[in-house]
């Protein structure tokens, strides 16, 4: 089975400033790994995944993650984040077959000015 | 566009009716699921779907049943609505090859 831990629910930042949203995993079988970004009254967005290759990986809006196998995280990142940026970041992984997604319990980013 | 439509944005229903909510893909994709999301909880999987009349249960199936009869769409019926089924209720379809989740805009279920 899998698992997915957010470390933080809220992470309140200011305008401009760098941001780190935590993401741990627990598995006992290989998985592909995600950020989905929840806007206001939305459903969920793919920001970015990692399936194989460079453990850094780019996303859409200037948002970036690294996977490190060996503490089993998937931290999300951006240097400099915007008010349109406030929203709610769930961290998933899903079985090799796309068959079976698992969510972690989100982060609320919120950006003041 | 891809889309993923849920009929209703908001629902009032009683406790004790019986309750259809409806989803609707228009991507052909094989996987469809129901999840469940709560405050500090995130979201958890109600049940999946990875063809047509074919379901599975997910971690949380309990009060709940689903119905796919077409590959376009998946219903989640709740036989007997409790006040503990109250959540946002958000349909997704894709998986099963295409790794990318495509979901609806939610439904906000409240059990009175």
């Known amino acids: 089975a899998q698992s997915v831990t957010q470390l933080d629910s809220q992470v309140p930042v200011f305008e401009e400033a760098p941001v780190e949203l935590r993401c741990n995993y627990s598995s006992s079988v290989s998985v592909y790994l995600f950020w989905y970004v929840q806007y206001p009254n939305q459903g969920l967005q793919l920001l970015l995944k990692?399936?194989?290759?460079?453990?850094l990986v780019k996303g859409i809006n200037g948002f970036e993650a690294e996977f490190n196998k060996s503490q089993t995280s998937f931290h999300l990142r951006k240097p400099s984040v915007h008010i349109s940026d406030t929203a709610e970041y769930f961290c998933?992984?899903?079985?090799?077959?796309?068959?079976?997604?698992?969510f972690g319990s989100g982060t609320k980013l919120n950006v003041k000015p | 566009d891809v889309k993923v439509t849920q009929s209703s944005r908001y629902l009032v229903k009683r406790t004790g009716e019986k309750v259809f909510l409806e989803c609707v893909q228009d991507?052909?994709?094989?996987?469809m699921f129901w999840y469940r999301q709560d405050p500090g909880l995130g979201l958890r999987l109600i049940y999946f779907s990875y063809d047509v009349k074919m379901k599975e249960k997910g971690d949380i199936p309990e009060g709940y049943s689903v119905s796919r009869e077409k590959k376009e769409r998946f219903s989640l019926i709740l036989e007997s609505a409790s006040t503990n089924q109250t959540s946002m209720y958000l349909c997704?379809?894709?998986?099963?090859?295409?790794?990318?989740?495509?979901f609806g805009s939610g439904t906000q279920l409240s059990v009175l």
């Open positions: 991507m052909d994709h094989e996987n």
């Open positions: 997704a379809s894709g998986g099963g090859g295409n790794e990318k989740l495509f």
């Open positions: 998933a992984v899903s079985d090799l077959n796309f068959n079976k997604f698992y």
């Open positions: 990692y399936l194989s290759g460079s453990t």
